[in-house]
């Protein structure tokens, strides 16, 4: 059983920083990319950002500039670094990730159960 938990969420004043991570755990045989996503109340949820297992990223063009996406690669771990908060920032936060349990096994789609994230002074 695979599961992510995020943590790091809470409140901050605009133009502040939080730091989201998520840790991978249970049987996972490789990975293949993890990232975020956010859902702000009476919307969708959309991509914050993604890092692939080469280590290259995607931003939405939202965040670029101020957001940060990195791992840990030796602990199936993977962060989000977050200055210049706005309040439009403000949602759940959700991690997600793409990879293999066992070696014979098709990629499969995990999320975590997601961390509040409010921008507010």
């Known amino acids: 059983q695979v599961q992510l938990v995020e943590s790091g969420g809470g409140l901050v004043q605009p133009g502040g920083s939080l730091r989201l991570s998520c840790a991978a755990s249970?049987?996972?045989?490789?990975?293949?990319?993890m990232g975020w996503f956010r859902q702000a109340p009476g919307k969708e949820r959309e991509l914050v950002a993604t890092?692939?297992?080469?280590?290259?990223?995607t931003y939405a063009d939202s965040v670029k500039g101020r957001f940060t996406i990195s791992r840990d690669s030796a602990k199936n771990m993977v962060y989000l670094q977050m200055n210049s908060l706005k309040s439009e920032d403000t949602a759940v936060y959700y991690c997600k990730g793409v990879l293999k349990p066992r070696r014979n096994s098709d990629s499969e789609v995990y999320w975590g159960q997601g961390t509040q994230v409010t921008v507010s002074s």
């Open positions: 249970g049987s996972i045989f490789s990975i293949y990319g």
């Open positions: 890092i692939h297992s080469g280590g290259s990223t």
